[in-house]
Each structure stands twice: as C-alpha cells, then as structure tokens.
C-alpha cells in the first residue's frame, strides 16, 4: 500500500483568513485533521458567528498540471450542489499561499469512524443510513454526475445524525449519454471491477461502491479486504465473496444484486430505494449519537417484546414487515480474534497496541514532527467527566462526558440514567440490561434509584464539570450508552474503563488524564495544562513523542496489565473520596480531593 500522503507543514496558516476579493474573514478555530494534501480547520465567521470547516491545501503541493485541474474540477462539480445529503459548499478562494475550500461543517465525522468502533452495526441503522446514501446519489445522477469514490470515510454525519456525502476530488460529470470514462480511480476496497478491467466506466461504480458500503455496515469488513492489495484487485475481478449466513435474506439478496461482475445487470439507485430490504424493514426516523459507539435499542420502536437484552449485542434482524413483530438474531459471525476481543472489551487488544508503540521507543526520537500524529478524527465519544468513590457503602458514581450518570454497584450491578434526565438502563450482575424510567421501574429497584438521584445531585453541586454537554434531541430515546466495566485506584491514578473499550486514567498528582481508545487506536491526552490533542498510535510509532507522554503511556499498559490479570473489580475502601476530570480542564475543584500519596 502507498505510504500515507505527507502535507506541507512548513507554513503555519494565519489565524485570521481573508478572501482577497470579498475582503470576508474567517477565524480559524481548531484543527479537524489532514488528509492527502489538505489541511482542516474550523473556521467561523465573525459576522453570523456560523462555524464551517475548511479545506486548506496548500499551493506548494500543487505542483503538477493534473492535481490542479483535480482541484478545479472538484471546486467546479461541488459548488452547484444543493442537497439535504450531500456536504453543503459555501465559498471558495485563494491567496498567494493556499487555495481555501469553505464547506458545512459535519460534526459527527464520517461512517468510517463509526465502523472502526462498531464493526458491524443493524439493519435499521444500515437501512437509516443508506437511504440517506441513495438519496444523495440520486441526486447526483440525475445531474449526469458521478463520484466515484464513495466509501465510508467520504460519508460525513452532521449533528442530525444525517449522511451528507462529501469529497467531490475524483467526481466527474458524464456529458453525453452512453459516455465511458477511462480514468483509473477509486479507493481498493470500493472500486469497480470495469474500472479495474479499463473497460471504461459510468453510474453503474457508484452503485457497486454502495453495494461495498452495505456489505461492510452489516458484516463488519469490506467484501473483498484482504492483507494485500493484488489480492483484493484479484477479488473483485473475479467477484469472489461470501455473505455470512446470519445476514438476513433481503438483505443478502440486496447485497448479490448490487456486487455483480457486469455493470449492466446493477440496479440502479432508484431501483435500490425500491428493493424490499429497504421497505419491508423498520427505519428510523432519527438515530442517537449514542449508535457511534453502542447499538441502539428498537424495542420501543419496533412493536417487539424485548425488555431486556445481553450487553454489546447488535441487533440484525430478519427482514421483515414494518410494525411486526420480530425475535432478536445473532450479529453476522465475527473473526475468533474480534469475538475474544469484543469478550475483554479490547484489553488484549489496548495491550498489544501499546506494546508495538513502547517497543519503538518513541521518546527517543526528534519531537518535531509530533503534531503529524494528531488525528482529531479519533477522538473518544465519551469520556469520564465526574467521579465519585462512595465503595465502601454503595459503590462508584459517574458522569460522563454527555452528562449521562452511571453507578457501578457493590454488588457488580450497573444503573445508568441517560443525558435527557429520563431514561434508566439497570445492568444486571449477568449483563442484562433493562430498560426503565425515572417514573416507572420496577420497586425492587427503588433503592437504588434513590442512590442514582444522591449521587447526580452531588456530583452537580459539589463537582465542577467543563465543557458544553451534548444537548438531547430527537431519537435519543432509542439510545444505549456504555457502562463501567471495571474500576481501581492505585497510588498514583484512578483507572476507569468502559465496555466500549475505552479505558481512561487520571493522574492524582498533576492532574493529566490518558483516555485510551483501542477501537480508533489512539490516545487522548490532558495534560497539566489543560491541553486536549488526540494522537493515533502508529503515527506516534512513525514521528515519535514526547518523554511526558510515553511515561503515561508505560503506565497505562502496566494498568491495562493489572486489568487482565484481574477478574474483579478492586476499589478503594476509603469513604466518599471524590475525583473530577475534564475534557478541557486538566481537573476539576471537587468539595473533597482524592489522596496523592
């Protein structure tokens, strides 16, 4: 595979931008991250105070005539679209340093991230998402456009959970019909057999890519991934894949329509829209931005009988009638490696990660180029904001970085009460999860409600929290959120992890937090300075990084160690002892500090 584009870094872009020809300004705000050979920034506009990213490459990378013209062409193609699902473009401009591409800023990054921490996700997602790609498409083909390179990681979600498609680089518009292009493009696991084969291509790559977008949404992996790319050219030559069999008919039947070796037997968008996997299944209206790290709950939605559930698993169903009633199903059959994983919650897999960057040393190497491996992209969704150690009497109380509160009783049992202050998941000692409210749950739970209550309150008032909280919104009844797997507290931090993965350390004596995610492989790191940046571990292999850091990254794998030789839970017995953590303080002024020892 081709080393990962380097992009120029040599010019630091002003804080303040201005469009030569309108004289409008733009304040860049934080970095969103890079990529071939653009740099991405929030930039807000001062006037209407409206924050938008933008796409900044600079000119010195733009040496040769055809990467120019890929520019122009992308600029030319994007800016005459308008469209509910497509990534809105609202200005471009350029100095005599960088060429600025200003565009609707989609929060909630792409698909891609929400496959690297889900793997597989459910038909109603898959169905919810999709549409949103169809509709988007469709657009773009009644145009006579095609993009040509859908994928995961060009299908951005905005705050609405809503897929807006996005990098028109490779986009081309078809000016006479029956027109076949010849350019050799795409992304390996997305590409078109014709455009493999040079027999010329049209619409039809657009559908085959879709086709991969599904397959991967419901199985977890691309259709043709292998270790090398020969091979997987060699695949989709030949189409040689396999559907796992838990994948539900329509859905299988959908998916063999779709990836077929000659173009001309593809559906085409709209015939896709039609298929029964997309209208004889249930699809949301909303999703919960809890579905980028855990399933959602259909229960309430889906006229099915389920009141409890096993945590961390998907729900694929059967295709079946909107509004009848369904049984739950297995997810499609994981790899033995990914369902040992999913078993420890990727302790194993936090373990080997950090062992393969600490045996390279990292420390030892020049600092300079530390900031390549900041990848904002791979920042945790949900973090520990807020803790309390009352385990000598009841247990650990939380808050998470969605203002969610979690306690992990003495008795290994788990009680969530979600951001909209209403809905209660109880987790029984077994993995159980039941689905409740504040004003209706079962009575032998009350006690423990009472205890949920005690411990809100007090974290509120007596714990200082920065940061602005995720604001509830439409869907978010459907949400599932991760619970506290395992907690301890040595001499020198608190180790919390959550059955998401993640697994978070905060430092008594400085105050620096780690917030370990072996789904993105990366580390956030808070340091004393309240400085929040957010690294990928094989880039810090590659660049390096600083001694402070891998000093807590050592110490984090003797933790994650500590973890996997450990069944149980172990906690402090002192009483009461309080802690706050911040995604943007380094700590927080609680009523009663925990010991530094």
Same mark, same amino acid.
């Given at each position: 595979?081709?080393?990962?584009?380097?992009?120029?870094?040599?010019?630091?872009?002003?804080?303040?931008?201005?469009?030569?020809?309108?004289?409008?300004?733009?304040?860049?705000?934080?970095?969103?991250?890079?990529?071939?050979?653009?740099?991405?920034?929030?930039?807000?506009?001062?006037?209407?105070?409206?924050?938008?990213?933008?796409?900044?490459?600079?000119?010195?990378?733009?040496?040769?005539? &055809?990467?120019?013209?890929?520019?122009?062409?992308?600029?030319?193609?994007?800016?005459?679209? &308008?469209?509910?699902?497509?990534?809105? !473009?609202?200005?471009?401009?350029?100095?005599?340093?960088?060429?600025?591409?200003?565009?609707?800023?989609?929060?909630?990054?792409?698909?891609?991230?929400?496959?690297?921490?889900?793997?597989?996700?459910?038909?109603?997602?898959?169905?919810? !998402?999709?549409?949103?790609?169809?509709?988007?498409?469709?657009?773009?083909?009644?145009?006579?456009?095609?993009?040509?390179?859908?994928?995961?990681?060009?299908?951005?979600?905005?705050?609405?959970?809503?897929?807006?498609?996005?990098?028109?680089?490779?986009?081309?518009?078809?000016?006479?019909?029956?027109?076949?292009?010849?350019?050799?493009?795409?992304?390996?696991?997305?590409?078109?057999?014709?455009?493999?084969?040079?027999?010329?291509?049209?619409?039809?790559?657009? +559908?085959?890519?879709?086709?991969?977008?599904?397959?991967?949404?419901?199985?977890?992996?691309?259709?043709?991934?292998?270790?090398?790319?020969?091979?997987?050219?060699?695949?989709?030559?030949?189409?040689?894949?396999?559907?796992?069999?838990?994948?539900?008919?329509?859905?299988?039947?959908?998916? &063999?329509?779709?990836?077929?070796?000659?173009?001309?037997?593809?559906?085409?968008?709209?015939?896709?829209?039609?298929?029964? !996997?997309?209208?004889?299944?249930?699809?949301? +209206?909303?999703?919960?931005?809890?579905?980028?790290?855990?399933?959602?709950?259909?229960?309430?939605?889906?006229?099915?009988?389920?009141?409890?559930?096993?945590?961390?698993?998907?729900?694929?169903?059967?295709?079946?009638?909107?509004?009848?009633?369904?049984?739950?199903?297995?997810?499609?059959?994981?790899?033995?490696?990914?369902?040992?994983?999913?078993?420890?919650?990727?302790?194993?897999?936090?373990?080997?990660?950090?062992?393969?960057?600490?045996?390279?040393?990292?420390?030892?190497?020049?600092?300079?180029?530390?900031?390549?491996?900041?990848?904002?992209?791979?920042?945790?969704?949900?973090?520990?904001?807020?803790?309390?150690?009352?385990?000598?009497?009841?247990?650990?109380?939380?808050?998470?970085?969605?203002?969610?509160?979690?306690?992990?009783?003495?008795? %290994?049992?788990?009680?969530?009460?979600?951001?909209?202050?209403?809905?209660?998941?109880?987790?029984?000692?077994?993995?159980?999860?039941?689905?409740?409210?504040?004003?209706?749950?079962?009575?032998?739970?009350?006690?423990?409600?009472?205890?949920?209550?005690?411990?809100?309150?007090?974290?509120?008032?007596?714990?200082?929290?920065?940061?602005?909280?995720?604001?509830?919104?439409?869907?978010?009844?459907?949400?599932?959120?991760?619970?506290?797997?395992?907690?301890?507290?040595?001499?020198?931090?608190?180790?919390?992890?959550?059955?998401?993965?993640?697994?978070?350390?905060?430092?008594?004596?400085?105050?620096?937090?780690?917030?370990?995610?072996?789904?993105?492989?990366?580390?956030?790191?808070?340091?004393?300075?309240?400085?929040?940046?957010?690294?990928?571990?094989?880039?810090?292999?590659?660049?390096?990084? %600083?001694?402070?850091?891998?000093?807590?990254?050592?110490?984090?794998?003797?933790?994650?160690?500590?973890?996997?030789?450990?069944? %149980?839970?172990?906690?402090?017995?002192?009483?009461?002892?309080?802690?706050?953590?911040?995604?943007?303080?380094?700590?927080?002024?609680?009523?009663?500090?925990?010991?530094? &020892?």
């Amino acid at each position: 595979m081709a080393s990962r584009p380097r992009v120029d870094t040599t010019k630091e872009i002003a804080q303040v931008i201005l469009d030569p020809k309108t004289r409008k300004r733009y304040q860049r705000g934080k970095f969103l991250g890079k990529g071939g050979f653009a740099r991405c920034y929030e930039l807000v506009d001062p006037d209407t105070k409206e924050v938008l990213a933008g796409k900044i490459v600079s000119k010195a990378l733009l040496v040769k005539q &055809h990467q120019k013209e890929k520019m122009t062409q992308e600029i030319t193609i994007h800016r005459e679209l &308008h469209h509910k699902h497509i990534v809105g !473009f609202s200005s471009f401009f350029e100095d005599s340093e960088n060429v600025y591409i200003v565009l609707e800023l989609c929060r909630k990054r792409s698909l891609m991230e929400l496959h690297k921490r889900r793997k597989a996700i459910s038909e109603p997602e898959t169905r919810y !998402f999709l549409q949103h790609v169809l509709l988007g498409v469709k657009f773009l083909h009644e145009r006579n456009i095609i993009h040509r390179d859908l994928k995961l990681g060009n299908l951005f979600l905005n705050d609405e959970m809503e897929v807006k498609i996005g990098d028109f680089g490779l986009a081309t518009r078809v000016d006479y019909t029956g027109e076949r292009k010849r350019t050799l493009c795409g992304t390996p696991n997305y590409i078109a057999p014709e455009i493999l084969a040079k027999k010329g291509h049209s619409f039809e790559v657009d +559908v085959w890519s879709i086709g991969c977008i599904l397959y991967t949404l419901l199985v977890g992996r691309p259709p043709f991934e292998t270790e090398s790319l020969k091979e997987t050219y060699t695949r989709i030559k030949k189409n040689e894949y396999s559907v796992p069999k838990t994948i539900g008919p329509l859905a299988r039947n959908l998916i &063999h329509r779709i990836l077929q070796g000659d173009p001309a037997r593809r559906p085409t968008v709209d015939q896709i829209l039609h298929d029964d !996997f997309m209208t004889m299944g249930y699809i949301p +209206v909303r999703l919960p931005t809890s579905c980028l790290t855990m399933a959602p709950r259909f229960d309430t939605k889906m006229n099915v009988s389920i009141v409890a559930r096993r945590p961390l698993v998907e729900l694929n169903k059967e295709s079946a009638p909107s509004g009848a009633a369904q049984k739950e199903v297995a997810p499609p059959p994981e790899p033995a490696s990914e369902q040992r994983a999913s078993r420890d919650c990727y302790l194993k897999v936090l373990h080997g990660q950090l062992k393969k960057l600490l045996d390279s040393s990292p420390a030892n190497r020049a600092k300079i180029e530390m900031d390549e491996a900041e990848d904002p992209a791979a920042v945790p969704f949900l973090w520990f904001s807020k803790w309390v150690d009352y385990s000598d009497k009841y247990g650990l109380g939380y808050q998470l970085c969605d203002d969610s509160i979690g306690i992990i009783f003495n008795d %290994s049992t788990k009680l969530m009460l979600l951001a909209n202050g209403e809905d209660i998941h109880y987790i029984e000692r077994d993995g159980t999860e039941h689905y409740y409210t504040m004003k209706d749950y079962p009575k032998e739970t009350n006690k423990k409600v009472v205890l949920l209550k005690y411990f809100r309150n007090y974290m509120n008032e007596h714990l200082v929290k920065a940061g602005a909280a995720m604001k509830p919104r439409e869907g978010d009844e459907l949400s599932r959120i991760p619970s506290m797997r395992a907690w301890f507290r040595s001499r020198s931090a608190i180790v919390l992890h959550l059955t998401n993965g993640t697994l978070q350390i905060n430092f008594f004596d400085d105050h620096s937090k780690v917030i370990l995610c072996p789904m993105m492989g990366a580390v956030t790191y808070i340091d004393e300075k309240k400085s929040f940046r957010t690294y990928r571990f094989s880039l810090l292999e590659e660049f390096g990084c %600083s001694e402070e850091l891998a000093n807590r990254l050592l110490y984090a794998k003797t933790m994650v160690e500590r973890l996997l030789t450990s069944r %149980s839970v172990s906690a402090s017995a002192t009483k009461a002892k309080v802690g706050s953590a911040t995604a943007t303080s380094a700590a927080a002024t609680p009523s009663a500090a925990p010991p530094t &020892h």
